[in-house]
Every structure is written in C-alpha cells, then in structure tokens.
C-alpha cells in the first residue's frame, strides 16, 4: 500500500495505529480500478496487476469498516479564547 | 416614594367627608393621592389579560415600547418595558388586534392610568408570523433563501460537529444514530443555549468555534421540539444571518416536523428531526458495505472479462493462422518462379550456349575491351561448359581486326 493511501492527523497521536485509511479515497480508487479492467486499452498483465492491488485495497477498506471507531467530544472554549476538545461525558438526562 | 407619600392604611380613603374648613386641614398631597391610588389599583385589580387594536405604538431608543391600547369607545396607555418586551418577535403593526397581559396601575409621577404590559400576543401566531415573514422577505431580497446557495454535503464525513445543548435530547437522538449507521464518524459536541434571550448569540458563536476547528466535514444545528417561543431564537436574525454564513455544510432541524424556521430555511438542508439531521448526514454502514460488495463483484467481473476476451482473440488466432500460413507460402512459391524465370533470361549461360565465350582474368573480372589484355597476360575463356586457359598474343583495335586472337 503507497503512502497516500494513508492520512495520519496529529490529533491521533494518542490512538493506538495512528495511521487511518482515507476509507472515502480508497473506495473511489477501488471504484477507478473497476472501470479501467472494463476498458479496452489494459493488456492481460495490466489487469492482473489491477486485479491484485483491487483485492489489497478491498481487504484494507473492509478492516477498515469492521474496525473504525469514532470518538465523541466537546469543543470548549478556555478563558484565553483557545479551543480545546475533551471526551464529551452524557449529562444527567434532563428529558 | 416621595416623603408626601403615607402607608396606605393611614389614608382614610374612602371615608366620606364633607367639603369645609375642618376637613380641608386634613388634606393630602398630590403624590399621597397618586401613590395611594397606585397602591390601591395593583392591590384590588389582578394582572388580565385586555384586548383591543395597538395605536401609536413607539419603540423608545431604551428598549421600552409605549403605545395605547383602544376598541371603538375607549383608550387606554401601556408601557411594556425593556425586559419583557426583548421577547416581542416583533413591534405590532398599528391597528394590529392584541392580547396583553398586564397590571393596570397609575404612573403616580403624571397621575395618569396605565397598563404595565408583561405579555403581548397578537390573534393567532400573528406577531411571530409577521416578524417571520418580515426576515424572510429581507432574506429572499438578499438571495440568501436561493436554491442554487445550498451546498451538497459531504458524501463520506469524517468529522461532524454538532451544534445543540448538550443535555438536550436532540443531541441523544443524534448520537443514537451516528452510533449505528457511522461507527467511525468523529463527533464535536458544541453547546449552546436552545432558548431564551441569549439562545440567538449562543447560537451564533457556538457556530463560529465549530466552523473554526480544523477538519470538521459538516455542521449539524439542532434542538428538539418546543413552543413557538421556544424555538424562536432560531427565526432572530442573529441565528440566521451565523448559519447563512457559515462556511462548512451545514444541515438544520429545529422542533418537529411542522416546524419551520428561518435557520432550516437558509441551512444547506432542512430536516425535520435531529435524527433524520444526522441519518442524512452520514451514509448507512449497510450501503457502505453494499458499496464495497458491488465493487468486489466488479472486480472479479473485470478480470474475467479481460481473461476471456484474450482467450477469444487466441482461439481466433488459432483459426485463422493455418490459412493464412498456407495463402503465405503459396505466394512465396509464386514469386521463387517468376524470379527463377527472369533469372534465366538475364544468364550469360544462355548466351555461351549459343556459342559465345566471355574473357575473364584471374579475379573473375570480365575483359571486354582490349585495352584490358596485356601482350603476354594469361587469362581463361568461359565457354558453355567449362574454361579455357589462353594467353593474350597481341591486341589491335577494331580497325586491325584479325591481327589479334586468342589461342
């Protein structure tokens, strides 16, 4: 897998696997591959090797979806009008 | 209250008294009357409510409204004070037909008879539709209402920030459905105030932080449902004018269903509850999932194709090279033919059959003119079958023919 398949944002530093799968890119060049082994100008190799890096993309969107966790947070802004997020705690139910 | 002004029980009010020096002793102050007769008026007539068509109606610079209120026979004053009347969607028209809900009293200081307003309803929803409609049009004639402002949302977001109190149960709803339909989907609480005087500003800053965090793919501004009143804070303009402006797609639902306010007008998309808000913003895992099934079927698809379409063009190949392998060696036989013909014509051979030899020397090279014989010089004669050594006697030209010859 080539290096822009993977978007690291600093605010995952502190996650475990802090790379993340641009899943949304991923699909649309899964989608790309598709269409170029319908057309015409690929030869027998050419879509061999289509067909595999298909299947590697395949299987990293699949873990990707079978694992992605997103978090729910608060943005909070400090006294010096600096925005922070912290894990967002449900309040008491108020109905 | 000024010195004049007596406790209310001492003032013999009500007491009848006859008009003559003994009694004029006892007479009050002005303000005594007027603070007695306030008194007087706020203890004996509750707070009601009173109807009738809004005149001179005068928005004061302080935030104070006056105006008077009238039907055919009577009018009486009124003075709705800053901190009630803040909640007014908006001023009434003159000859508007109201409610108000007030304490009729007497402004002691000019003596005259008032109603203290706290409350002023137009018929029907009159005041919140007329200051709805007021904005609208102000927002139509700014473009702000047009079509081809709303923006598309997203189609996979990562990150979306949620504008709404924090312990409403709009927000529950919201995160209800994220859970389930977008696991994966990163989620910025902002809260704010949902109602009340300070909700619009609230609202608008709120807006502003979420806007400015780096990464947010879509703005969901929510609350879930409420009175007219409640949900007005979404139709003040400040609130409207944030979200008009807001530079991330942002999706609106205020109240329920029926509810419509100038927020979800100007929104890049109204829904009509805080969970269709968020299923509309993010794609369902399901389809996610389908979608990524229908590309692996497209893959294997693909590849087979490709593998078939080669497997045609060689068993085409296979068909048809026989013949053209055969079509090629029959021309070439054609051609061997005719050059052997030709080669023949062209042979010296067939001249020295005839009887003619051809002079060479040693190296093959033809000696055809006499200049090329030297007196003396071997060289050898082709003849039809075979060579001849001679060796060069003498030569003449043309001229002396006869005195040269080879032997």
């Known amino acids: 897998m080539s290096d822009r398949d993977v978007r690291a944002r600093p605010e995952d530093e502190d996650r475990p696997g802090a790379a993340e799968l641009d899943f949304e890119a991923t699909l649309a060049e899964l989608e790309e591959i598709v269409s170029r082994l319908d057309g015409e100008d690929v030869d027998l190799d050419g879509a061999i090797a289509l067909f595999r890096k298909g299947l590697e993309r395949l299987e990293a969107a699949n873990a990707w979806l079978a694992e992605a966790e997103g978090r729910v947070e608060e943005l909070i802004e400090t006294s010096s009008g600096a925005l922070e997020t912290r894990p967002f705690e449900t309040p008491d139910e108020e109905g | ?407």
């Not at chain 2, 879930?224 to 003040?236: A, H, K, M, P, R």
């Not at chain 2, 490709?306 to 392998?325: K, Q």
């Not at chain 2, 029959?330 to 002079?359: F, Q």
């Open chain 2, 1 to 407: 209250m000024s010195p004049d002004a007596l406790p209310p029980d001492q003032i013999e009010f009500f007491e009848p008294v006859r008009p003559d020096g003994r009694t004029a002793q006892r007479a009050i102050s002005v303000s005594a009357l007027n603070h007695a007769t306030q008194r007087l008026l706020e203890d004996r007539v509750p707070k009601l409510w009173i109807r009738g068509e809004v005149s001179n109606w005068n928005a004061h610079g302080s935030g104070h409204r006056y105006f008077r209120l009238r039907d055919d026979d009577a009018e009486v004053d009124c003075v709705m004070f800053s901190g009630d009347a803040w909640r007014l969607p908006t001023d009434p028209e003159d000859g508007m037909e109201v409610a108000v809900f007030g304490q009729p009293t007497l402004f002691a200081q000019r003596g005259r008879f008032q109603v203290i307003v706290r409350q002023l309803e137009a018929a029907g929803e009159g005041l919140w539709r007329l200051a709805f409609e007021k904005l609208r049009r102000t927002l139509a004639a700014e473009g702000l209402l047009d079509p081809a402002r709303k923006r598309p949302l997203p189609g996979f977001p990562r990150r979306v920030a949620v504008v709404t109190s924090r312990s409403g149960a709009a927000l529950r709803d919201v995160l209800t459905v994220f859970r389930r339909r977008a696991p994966w989907l990163d989620v910025v609480v902002c809260d704010c105030r949902v109602q009340g005087e300070a909700a619009a500003l609230d609202i608008r800053d709120a807006l502003s932080r979420a806007a400015r965090l780096p990464g947010i793919d879509a703005i969901i501004l929510t609350r879930g449902g409420g009175s007219v009143e409640d949900l007005w804070c979404f139709n003040d303009e400040i609130a409207v004018r944030a979200v008009a402006a807001c530079p991330i797609p942002i999706v609106c639902a205020i109240g329920h269903e029926v509810d419509v306010t100038l927020c979800e007008l100007v929104a890049d998309l109204r829904a009509q509850t805080p969970s269709v808000a968020a299923e509309l913003t993010t794609p369902d895992r399901d389809a996610v999932r389908a979608r990524i099934a229908g590309i692996s079927g497209g893959l294997a698809r693909g590849l087979r194709r490709r593998i078939e379409r080669g497997r045609a063009r060689l068993s085409t190949c296979e068909r048809i090279l026989p013949g053209l392998v055969r079509a090629r060696l029959e021309r070439a036989g054609a051609r061997v033919a005719t050059a052997a013909g030709r080669l023949h014509a062209l042979s010296p051979l067939a001249t020295l059959s005839r009887g003619y030899a051809v002079a060479v020397d040693d190296g093959g090279t033809v000696l055809s003119r006499v200049a090329q014989f030297e007196p003396g010089a071997p060289f050898r004669l082709r003849v039809r079958d075979g060579s001849v050594r001679a060796t060069t006697e003498s030569v003449s030209d043309d001229d002396r023919r006869g005195e040269g010859g080879a032997e």
